[in-house]
């Protein structure tokens, strides 16, 4: 009769559960990719028959954050693959962060210039409004399942992507609050305002991933981080 031996017996098990947990991030990737593509498709162009700055800018973070979940799909993969290339994920989370600054410097200018009365009014959107509360409600279920995997499979990078999915539940908080005050009040300043309440969030998820917290990185490139 054949025996298993004690170590073969626990690497196999440790192996059926790595394989379940990057099972599972793959289907919140999946999930995130679909929900960001869609979310940004309706919010760009809601935004820009609203002439909203905070919601056009609300659309193209969506579509950071699906490039976010196609790095997380890749890390996922050489996961699966036992393989793990620390520069790679690094150089794709400098990339993000290029991307983020980009939007940190478009809302706020945006915005100022709206502030300044320079360019149209923002008008109400009622798409807008009901597209942002939808994303109140999915983005906390989607950023605890992550935080989930994260934890099971001892990586940095897919704690990264929950708490940018975090991020965008607060973005999300503050888009619908400056629509819906432009909306119920007709206080055309709320969207630009809103955009600039959006800024700092996303100036605080470019700066982290440049300083390579998402890839664990931290502790040796910026100063300040949280390692």
């Not at 002439?51 to 976010?68: K, P, Q, W, Y």
């Not at 196609?70 to 794709?92: F, G, H, M, N, P």
């Not at 942002?132 to 499979?153: D, H, N």
């Not at 600039?196 to 664990?216: D, H, N, T, Y």
């Amino acid at each position: 009769m054949t025996t298993i031996a004690p170590t073969t017996a626990l690497e196999t098990t440790s192996s059926t559960r790595l394989a379940r947990w990057v099972r599972i991030g793959w289907w919140c990737t999946v999930i995130s990719l679909v929900w960001n593509v869609t979310e940004g498709v309706i919010a760009v162009w809601a935004g820009e028959v609203a002439d909203s700055v905070a919601l056009v800018g609300f659309g193209i973070n969506s579509f950071i954050e699906t490039a976010s979940a196609a790095v997380i799909a890749w890390r996922l993969w050489t996961a699966r693959e036992a393989a793990r290339t620390d520069a790679s994920e690094r150089k794709a989370m400098r990339w993000m962060s290029g991307l983020l600054w980009v939007l940190a410097a478009y809302i706020a200018s945006e915005s100022m210039r709206r502030l300044a009365g320079w360019g149209p009014e923002s008008r109400e959107s009622v798409v807008g409004l009901v597209l942002t509360a939808v994303s109140l409600v999915v983005m906390p279920g989607l950023y605890l399942a992550k935080r989930r995997v994260a934890r099971e499979l001892n990586s940095a990078a897919v704690r990264a992507d929950g708490v940018q999915t975090l991020a965008c539940w607060w973005l999300s908080l503050a888009t619908f609050v400056g629509l819906a005050m432009n909306a119920a009040l007709g206080w055309a300043w709320a969207d630009p305002v809103a955009g600039l309440l959006l800024v700092p969030f996303i100036v605080k998820e470019a700066r982290s991933a440049w300083c390579g917290e998402a890839c664990g990185c931290a502790a040796g490139g910026c100063a300040g981080g949280r390692g």
